[in-house]
């Protein structure tokens, strides 16, 4: 079993930034990637980006490309959302995910066998 604990929501105004961390825990278990999703309020989860824990080579979706930055550090079992220029669309229940082991698509929410209980983020205008 793995825990996922988000940390690093808040409120900013818009063109500020937020750094958004996800710390995972457990006894003896794999890590093929980790994904960061987000949810605003009426939409379906959305796939932000997700990095490849043995490489930590980052993809990310085009709606955030250019804008966010998906980092992660193997010692502490952490990854990290950098986000830039934020905008009020942002405002939304950010959520890490990590997918144990390899043969599903990052973008896709049944690929992740674990999830974390989601940091609230909001950009005031």
């Known amino acids: 079993q793995v825990q996922l604990v988000e940390s690093g929501g808040g409120l900013v105004q818009a063109g500020g930034s937020l750094r958004l961390s996800c710390a995972a825990s457990g006894r003896s278990f794999s890590l093929y990637a980790m994904g960061w999703f987000r949810e605003a309020p009426g939409k379906e989860r959305e796939f932000l980006g997700a990095?490849?824990?043995?490489?930590?080579?980052?993809s990310y979706a085009d709606s955030v490309k250019g804008r966010f930055t998906i980092s992660r550090d193997k010692s502490s079992i952490t990854m990290y959302l950098q986000m830039n220029s934020l905008k009020p669309e942002d405002t939304a229940v950010y959520y890490c995910?990590?997918?144990?082991?390899?043969?599903?698509?990052?973008?896709?929410?049944?690929?992740?066998?674990?999830w974390g209980q989601g940091t609230q983020v909001t950009v005031s205008s």
């Open positions: 995910a990590a997918m144990a082991n390899s043969g599903g698509a990052y973008n896709y929410v049944g690929s992740y066998d674990y």
């Open positions: 990095v490849s824990w043995s490489n930590g080579v980052p």
